[in-house]
């Protein structure tokens, strides 16, 4: 199998998140690409520090030049952050023909023109999605999932710090400082974290995102940005009893006056989808004037959720190195010779929570009798709720279940449904948490 090598700059959250992720995921990365990667280098500032990750096999330095002169290294993965030194050694690696795959967004948003020049210059691919949105795709969404699109507008929540402070806020009524400090140690917020609660960073995503939906130069000094440090408990308490929420929102939109970018604190509906997404999730709603309004969410930072665009990128390059069509987009995400037979379960072996609706006789003993059929059939019990007959109609049990074996539940109904206080089958729903 091909091998192809990958050198890191970086082996901080996300480089080690991506160490980790592309040892974990070798065999379906190598059954999508039909390439075995390889982290080969990696430049860590201080080699001696504990890591995320295991670098048994990957010869580790302080000095960069040894990842981007190693002239077996073809990709090389830039997840160091900053301005310099990142930007020439980028410009360095492009020169010598490698791909550069980068999570940086205040690189992109700042120098990108120069850089994807440079890149197109030097026919190899600079690949940046882990720099917007963490782990959500939606660099590859918007290039070419909506590619069809003329795109109105998008709105995001595109920094998970500013977000996650947000909903401790409301949630819990903490402190914004506590809360800051919280997501700091989750790895989550910027070595600066200005950046996340003045916007800085959610600016910087805010720009690349508008330029690929308008197809416009990258233009950073242009946007409007306001951070959420001075929101206070009381703003998110009285927002609520209006029926909003407030989200720290990235706008862009354009029009026949042109095109608007801005990030500033905002109130949503809290009926809107992307009023609920809470904690460090990210969420980008983009408006195609063909498809609608759509949604993307997921993780927006840490380790292994950034890690995993990052390696989407790796993939995407090792695909473009492939002289195959086939290998190149295979038509099911995985080489054709690599597709597996799996076994289907059948709904029996299915595990699920369940919602259990009862009709039940007002008489004393039913509860009992169905809790004493659910625990002997292993089925734990999360709630319950009991609503009294109406108009001489029957008593309704509502119980929401654990996770239970499709079939233990059903054996359990069966006996149910012939005690003698049963009257009707009972109504049955499954239970996602979906988490
Ligand atoms: N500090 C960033 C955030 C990390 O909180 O979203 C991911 O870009």
Excluded at 162 to 186: C, H, P, W
Excluded at 208 to 218: C, K, Q, T, V, Y
Excluded at 284 to 301: C, I, Q, S
Excluded at 325 to 353: H, K, W, Y
Aim: charged share 20%.
């Amino acid at each position: 199998m091909n091998v192809v090598k990958v050198g890191l700059l970086g082996l901080g959250t996300v480089g080690g998140g991506t160490v980790n992720v592309i040892k974990k995921n070798a065999n379906e990365i190598a059954r999508r690409t039909g390439c075995k990667v390889v982290v080969t280098k990696a430049c860590a500032r201080d080699i001696s520090r504990p890591r995320i990750c295991n670098t048994d096999d990957v010869e580790l330095t302080t000095n960069p030049n040894d990842v981007i002169n190693d002239p077996d290294i073809q990709i090389v993965l830039e997840l160091m952050g900053g301005d310099e030194p990142a930007k020439s050694l980028i410009l360095s690696a492009i020169s010598q023909g490698k791909h550069v795959v980068t999570a940086n967004k205040a690189l992109i948003a700042n120098h990108g023109n120069e850089l994807f020049a440079a890149a197109a210059d030097n026919n190899v691919t600079l690949a940046y999605e882990a720099a917007i949105a963490g782990g959500i795709p939606i660099v590859k969404a918007m290039r070419e999932g909506l590619s069809a699109n003329k795109i109105e507008w998008l709105a995001g929540i595109i920094n998970g710090t500013g977000n996650f402070i947000l909903t401790e806020m409301r949630d819990k009524g903490s402190a914004f400082a506590d809360v800051l400090k919280e997501a700091q140690e989750l790895g989550y917020a910027e070595a600066d974290p200005e950046y996340d609660v003045e916007g800085i960073d959610a600016a910087h995503k805010l720009c690349i995102l508008a330029s690929l939906a308008f197809g416009m130069p990258l233009n950073f000094k242009k946007v409007y940005t306001e951070g959420i440090s001075k929101i206070t408990p009381l703003d998110v308490t009285y927002a609520e009893e209006l029926g909003y929420r407030i989200k720290h929102l990235g706008v862009a939109r354009k029009s026949d006056k042109g095109v608007e970018m801005r990030v500033h604190p905002t109130l949503i509906p809290e009926t809107r989808l992307i009023a609920n997404v809470d904690g460090v999730m990210n969420a980008v709603v983009v408006k195609g004037n063909a498809v609608g309004p759509t949604l993307y969410y997921g993780p927006g930072a840490g380790a292994e959720a950034t890690a995993s665009a990052v390696i989407a990128d790796v993939v995407d390059i090792c695909r473009q190195m492939s002289q195959s069509a086939e290998n190149s987009v295979p038509s099911l995400g995985f080489l054709s010779d690599e597709l597996q037979e799996l076994a289907i379960l059948p709904i029996e072996e299915i595990v699920t929570a369940y919602y259990l609706r009862l009709s039940v006789k007002d008489k004393p003993g039913v509860m009992a009798a169905i809790t004493t059929v659910l625990a002997n059939n292993g089925i734990s019990i999360e709630a319950v709720l009991q609503k009294e007959p109406k108009h001489g109609s029957n008593a309704q049990i509502i119980l929401l279940t654990d996770n239970v074996l499709e079939s233990s539940l059903l054996s359990a109904l069966k006996e149910i449904e012939s005690l003698d206080s049963i009257n009707e089958p009972a109504i049955r729903i499954r239970v996602e948490s979906l988490q």
